[in-house]
């Protein structure tokens, strides 16, 4: 080498020489194996598929590999990392989600309001019916004994659209595809218990929590283990019975089978919510002459009775580690309200999230955004993007919570199950992302050098019915990256 040209003591040569095979050997090492990747790509399956890698070492600030890294693909979940990335950039830390109680009138020496009363949503995705009650107890505490007034609901902070733009009508009663409301009480599904019961009678069916909101019709069996012919199991119908939720049971379900849960979304969630602390608050302040009034503005001289928040992070977290799509659609909410529209808008939302990318450097006419979640198949982003968001993460102040909130390979959320016993297993933080036909997963790795990785994989365009044969592709590139 000529670096040694003019060295003539032998020891010292010797000694440079030995350090520089070293740290040559060390720096290539450190590299993620590049002839692996370029193997895994030949593979058949990626003949009839697309494939979208972006790799970037955020230690060293260098691209390390990229192929198709500029190609629009529909991102799926990964859609949630731009979502969460822009809300903790522009909400920051600090931001809470709020829902309100409020009420005008006058109160009596004996407890008695005469006034009306105000629940005011805030797009809070944790909302949850001990919240509820939480809030009463606060009317409580504050002397209100009984109420003789109307009560009403105010949602005037979102619009009143309640799907994302390309949604799936067969998706219609999935708890992963809510309807959308400014206070979304218990995720906006019903979350209903089965119990067989003994053969040839119905099944006990609960829905929890109990409100008149939801009708159960039961038409299903119980029915022995080794019925004849073979048991088929339940099946469960949503309906629209004026502005509440019929759910109508049929099929049958084996008598030895073990109790379980199901959850199915619920038209109309601010009928369900109005309906639910209707029956609440009737049960707390009994000898009250209340009337369900409807939706209204709180008025300005309405005087608060106590608030229920949930911080951001609570809120990510379980958007990115449980891929959570009401949550990461309410951020959305969220973002719009902080822009200053009201009612906010998934369209005003969208437009603070293009802002994020235009910080990134990148041009946010690029690509094409229509909802927060990734759910809608009209979302168009590239490898290169969710890259950049994640480089822009790396030097926020706000990366610890950013980086937690994703699902750690083998241990937790959506990739509890992925990469185990493999140099992946703890060492790749990232989120997933799925639809028919697409595969994603972007985040963080850490090599077997220390270094850290911001990757983005996309693959598309496939007919493969188990998502496995997808993933196990996507996660031997990832055991590559941590090789």
Not at 23 to 29: C, G, H, I, Y
Request: glycine share 6%.
């Amino acid at each position: 080498m000529m670096i040694f040209k003019n060295l003539r003591n032998p020891v010292i040569s010797g000694v440079i020489w030995l350090l520089y095979t070293i740290l040559s050997a060390t720096s290539v090492a450190a590299q993620p194996s590049i002839d692996k990747l370029n193997q895994l790509l030949k593979d058949d399956f990626f003949q009839r598929a697309t494939i979208g890698i972006n790799v970037y070492d955020l230690t060293d600030q260098k691209t390390l590999y990229v192929h198709n890294a500029k190609r629009l693909c529909r991102p799926a979940s990964n859609m949630k990392l731009l979502t969460s990335a822009t809300a903790l950039t522009v909400l920051t830390a600090d931001y809470v989600f709020e829902t309100g109680l409020y009420h005008t009138g006058t109160l009596d020496a004996i407890g008695r309001l005469t006034g009306d009363i105000w629940l005011v949503g805030g797009f809070d995705p944790e909302l949850k019916s001990s919240d509820l009650d939480a809030l009463l107890l606060t009317m409580q505490q504050s002397g209100i004994k009984t109420v003789e007034g109307n009560f009403f609901l105010d949602v005037s902070m979102g619009d009143s659209l309640f799907w994302g733009k390309a949604w799936s009508w067969d998706d219609d009663m999935e708890e992963y595809q809510p309807y959308l409301s400014p206070i979304p009480l218990n995720k906006g599904v019903a979350k209903l218990k089965v119990i067989p019961a003994t053969p040839s009678r119905p099944p006990i069916i609960k829905t929890e929590p109990e409100t008149s909101f939801i009708q159960i019709v039961n038409r299903a069996t119980t029915v022995l283990k080794n019925a004849d012919p073979p048991a088929k199991s339940l099946r469960f119908n949503r309906e629209t019975v004026g502005d509440r939720n019929r759910i109508v049971v049929s099929g049958v379900i084996q008598a030895s089978e073990k109790p379980y849960e199901t959850k199915i979304s619920l038209k109309n969630p601010t009928g369900y919510v109005m309906t639910l602390f209707f029956e609440k608050m009737s049960v707390q302040f009994p000898g009250s002459n209340i009337r369900v009034a409807g939706i209204r503005p709180v008025p300005e001289n309405a005087q608060k009775l106590g608030i229920v928040t949930h911080s951001l992070a609570e809120v990510i977290r379980q958007v990115n580690k449980e891929s959570d799509n009401l949550n990461a659609e309410m951020l959305l909410y969220a973002l719009g309200n902080w822009k200053g529209a009201r009612p906010s808008s998934t369209e005003e939302g969208i437009s603070v999230i293009q802002q994020f990318i235009a910080q990134t450097g990148l041009d946010p006419k690029t690509y094409k955004i229509v909802d927060g979640s990734g759910l809608s198949v009209q979302n168009y982003l590239t490898p290169e993007l969710l890259v950049e968001a994640l480089k822009y993460m790396y030097q926020s102040q706000n990366l610890e919570l950013f980086r937690n909130s994703l699902p750690i390979a083998g241990e937790d959320g959506t990739l509890a199950n992925r990469m185990k016993n493999t140099s992946a297993h703890r060492n790749v933080t990232a989120k997933t992302g799925s639809l028919t036909g697409v595969s994603t997963l972007s985040g963080y790795a850490t090599a077997r050098n220390g270094h850290l990785l911001a990757f983005s994989i996309m693959v598309q365009n496939f007919v493969e019915r188990s998502s496995f044969v997808v993933t196990n592709y996507i996660d031997k590139i990832c055991e590559a990256l941590t090789d």
